[in-house]
């Protein structure tokens, strides 16, 4: 036999050493393991991410970040009646809900989209899927109808009702979003179990777009001494008695898109409410525990949200391409265009190459989330294809049928009780690497527009100052970047290697 | 430890130092972040006052004209105590010092001092200068035939054009002809001032558009010698450059420590994660690099050595990489509280990278650098 004929058993056993195609070849796998009509969505959500940068986001984007530094009271309302008129808030809950329907493998080029032209506003756009992603990962179908039928209602009523994640408390940052530190967390937040529902006492911080948000899908321990274990969910809506928002940060950048204080003095939240509860006998007695099982969600709700992190910090290291790049036709330095210096065509070309090598890495990310990760199910070709052709109302006369428990049953079978931990570690993996490399690729190319720019780089009304504040956002929030890079060595490097330990 | 070890430094400098680091301390710190609001709140007024009572707008202006005489490694010493509190101050400073050094290479070129005397808040009050533009950036503006009125033209991205009285303005004759320095009153009625602009750091350090029209203007040296002025300034103000990044540095790095200690994060104090050591690490090395090139420029600027001019643009080019990578990581071991402006971690980045583009953007300044070194070496 000639050596480069190979046998079937023999391949087989090559492509199962590492990497394996199912962990770094996700992008090549939809090829031929998602429906072909896949990438109509992906064209039809850049082309309304275009046409709402260019008539909506552009023309007042820095007019509201200058708005924001006058006023740290103001809150852009109007645009957020604008995304709704959109649709934008529906435009990617799948129509089951009465959304959209455009698939989530189009969010991604979609969010990098609205976040190349001003990544505050596209922000509150943006953190509205975080909080969707937030949620959906309880799999609890009863309170998922109900918060997204509700966000579609609202936002066809002219009054949008955004959803919003709220996890980071004063004294619990970085360890309360990772899984292997939960453990030491220092919240402080109470959750006391009463008659219908619970007591929730505490404050939350960092939650972006929390003043303009309507659902908050707010995370707690239960139990201080084991709170991955006793980890617990609500859906709390704006009026909830005893709920309230503080101030919110005076930040750096991405000024559009607020960072809240919500505080809980109080406040009852019923049981309908709960979307996920660690200490419910489902979870506690399962095969795999609490701790698996939430460990699990945090990676579903992080690897997709991550994934958007990233998205977002492709979009504003293109706003600095493209920021510099018209900058440099236009621009003389030393009598010529500055197009026209060699040192200024290989900045830009490093940028581009920036830009694109971000992009790649992120619709990796996505292709792993549609093969094996939160969105998985949804890009089964025979569920696709039948959640394309039926029509709404269909779903609407489902409503019932989601709602029930047999549902969250079945969804709690599929995503935790036989959910395998290594697509749970290529999904998680891969939305830390996208996440810090993206970041950090973006914070390169704010530096290099500011380079190639010079004086006028450093001004607020030629945008690229605006991206090197809003990037530095990137590096920290959904973890710090060094979190994330630990949590995708834990995920791609040491699960193979017996011996390693973590957080030492 | 200072840009230039203390030990070395005479009695009289020692004491400029200590007097910036007070003079900081009690003038600087407290209401830093609301400082910072500028141009939505008040300008630091007080602060730009006094800076001039206690002599810092004289430190490099020859002792003849009233000023104490001493070159820009000593300016550079203030600048770097200054901004490890708040690095807008020393942008005015530094604006100042520039527009002194343009006037010392007039007059050491020229041999002649007259124009000092036109200037009536000469070592009191800032002098403006487009100081993040190099001229091959900007358009100068022209001069009518009689040789003094500036017919017509615009500079943007003018430091303290709107709170000083004099500005260092150049022009051309013509379209293609080599440029000049000259001073202008900002007082003058052909004079506009933009409204302050919003910029990422130094916001209390103002900048604004300024156009001028039909403006009496006065010639600083020789006619055609600009570049040369502007090539000397550049190298002794590249001490400066540095500086202020240095010390920008060692204020990200010192609060950097305390944070450290005090926060705890996954059942520890977060200095005791070796990810966060290595972060401190890396900071630290980048301070103590950019303070020993810094250092042997000094030095080498006070001895006279040949070619001390290269080691100062070096200090400057390179500290610029290393105060941005600093300071980022300085707020990247705040998390989520160093992007807020409860802390001061997020204005040092800025800071950190508008004073980067002091003296022209960074890649040209690389270009003309070689450009020089091939020059000499032919």
């Given at each position: 036999m000639k050596p480069y004929r190979i046998s079937k058993k023999e391949k087989l056993s090559l492509l199962s050493n590492r990497p394996r195609i199912e962990e770094v070849y996700n992008g090549l796998e939809c090829q031929h393991r998602i429906a072909s009509n896949t990438h109509k969505d992906v064209e039809t959500a850049i082309a309304i991410g275009r046409k709402f940068n260019n008539e909506v986001i552009r023309p007042i984007a820095l007019e509201i970040d200058r708005k924001c530094m006058e006023d740290h009271?103001?809150?852009?309302h109007e645009f957020v009646r604008k995304a709704a008129d959109w649709g934008l808030f529906s435009l990617f809950l799948p129509k089951m809900f009465g959304g959209g329907g455009l698939n989530f493998y189009a969010i991604y080029p979609f969010m990098e989209e609205i976040s190349s032209s001003c990544a505050g506003l596209g922000h509150i756009v943006n953190v509205h899927y975080c909080g969707v992603a937030t949620l959906f990962p309880s799999m609890n179908m009863n309170v998922i109808t109900t918060v997204f039928r509700d966000v579609v209602k609202s936002e066809r009523q002219g009054k949008p009702r955004l959803c919003t994640i709220v996890v980071t408390e004063p004294e619990s940052g970085t360890d309360s979003q990772e899984p292997l530190l939960n453990q030491y967390s220092k919240a402080t937040s109470n959750v006391k179990r009463v008659k219908g529902g619970y007591i929730v006492n505490g404050k939350k911080i960092f939650i972006s777009s929390g003043h303009l948000s309507y659902w908050h899908i707010a995370n707690f321990f239960e139990d201080k001494s084991d709170k991955l274990g006793s980890w617990i969910q609500f859906a709390v809506p704006n009026g909830t008695k005893g709920f309230s928002f503080g101030t919110h940060e005076n930040k750096m950048g991405q000024l559009a898109c607020c960072a809240s204080e919500l505080l809980f003095d109080d406040c009852f939240i019923p049981n309908k409410l709960i979307s996920a509860r660690a200490l419910d006998p489902e979870f506690k007695d399962s095969e795999k525990g609490p701790r698996w099982v939430c460990h699990t969600i945090v990676d579903h709700v992080t690897g997709s949200s991550r994934t958007g992190t990233a998205a977002i910090s492709t979009g504003i290291a293109r706003n600095a391409y493209e920021t510099a790049l018209e900058y440099a036709r236009k621009k003389r330095v030393a009598g010529e265009?500055?197009?026209?210096?060699q040192w200024a065509q290989i900045i830009l070309s490093d940028m581009y190459r920036n830009v694109n090598m971000s992009r790649t890495v992120y619709m990796e990310s996505a292709a792993t989330l549609a093969l094996r990760g939160l969105f998985k199910l949804l890009f089964i070709k025979p569920i696709h294809h039948f959640i394309k052709i039926m029509p709404r109302w269909y779903f609407t006369l489902l409503t019932p049928i989601m709602k029930s428990r047999l549902a969250t049953w079945a969804m709690r079978q599929f995503y935790f009780h036989r959910y395998p931990t290594e697509e749970r570690n290529a999904a998680s993996g891969w939305g830390s690497a996208c996440k810090y490399t993206c970041s950090d690729l973006g914070v390169i190319n704010s530096n290099l527009a500011i380079d190639l720019m010079g004086?006028?780089?450093?001004?607020?009304?030629?945008m690229a100052e605006k991206c090197f504040r809003d990037i530095k956002l990137q590096q920290i929030y959904e973890s710090t970047n060094q979190v994330n890079q630990m949590n995708m060595f834990y995920c791609l490097i040491g699960s193979g290697i017996p011996e390693v330990e973590y957080f030492k | 430890m200072n840009a230039i070890n203390t030990d070395a430094l005479s009695a009289e400098r020692q004491a400029f130092a200590e007097l910036a680091k007070d003079f900081s301390a009690k003038?600087?710190?407290?209401n830093r972040e609301e400082h910072d609001r500028y141009p939505f709140a008040e300008l630091i007024t007080d602060a730009i006052r006094d800076a001039g009572v206690v002599g810092f707008y004289g430190v490099n202006l020859p002792a003849d004209f009233g000023g104490v005489g001493m070159n820009a490694g000593m300016v550079a010493v203030i600048l770097e105590k200054i901004s490890e509190i708040d690095a807008s101050l020393a942008g005015i400073l530094f604006s100042n010092a520039a527009a002194l050094e343009i006037l010392k290479a007039a007059a050491e070129s020229a041999g002649e001092t007259g124009i000092y005397t036109a200037i009536k808040t000469l070592g009191t009050a800032p002098i403006a200068f487009p100081m993040y533009d190099s001229p091959d950036e900007i358009n100068p503006v022209m001069l009518s035939k009689d040789g003094g009125t500036i017919f017509f033209g615009k500079i943007c991205n003018f430091a303290c054009g709107n709170i000083a009285d004099y500005a260092v303005v150049p022009v051309r004759k013509k379209e293609g002809h080599p440029y000049s320095y000259y001073l202008v009153d900002l007082n003058d009625k052909g004079v506009t001032k933009s409204a302050p602009l919003v910029t990422l750091?130094?916001?209390?350090?103002p900048m604004v558009d300024i156009s001028i029209e039909k403006t009496p203007a006065l010639l600083i040296g020789k006619e055609g010698e600009g570049a040369l002025y502007f090539r000397a300034m550049q190298d002794r103000m590249s001490l400066c450059v540095a500086a202020m990044l240095l010390g920008i540095m060692k204020g990200s790095l010192k609060d950097a420590f305390q944070y450290t200690n005090d926060r705890y994060q996954g059942g520890r104090q977060?200095?005791?994660?070796p990810l966060v050591r290595m972060m401190l690490a890396n900071m630290a090395l980048d301070a103590k690099a950019a303070e020993a090139i810094l250092s042997m420029a000094c030095q080498e600027l006070d001895a006279g050595v040949h070619g001390w001019e290269q080691t100062a643009q070096a200090a400057a080019i390179h500290a610029a990489e290393l105060a941005v990578r600093a300071t980022a990581d300085g707020v990247q071991l705040f998390g989520g509280n160093g992007y807020t402006k409860d802390y001061p971690q997020e204005k040092r980045l800025r800071d950190a990278r508008q004073a980067a583009n002091l003296l022209g953007m960074i890649p040209l300044r690389k270009v003309n650098y070689i450009a020089r070194i091939i020059e000499e070496m032919a």
């Open positions: 009271n103001y809150l852009p265009l500055l197009i026209n210096h004086g006028d780089g450093i001004r607020h009304d030629h | 003038k600087l710190f407290e750091g130094l916001h209390g350090c977060i200095i005791d994660w």
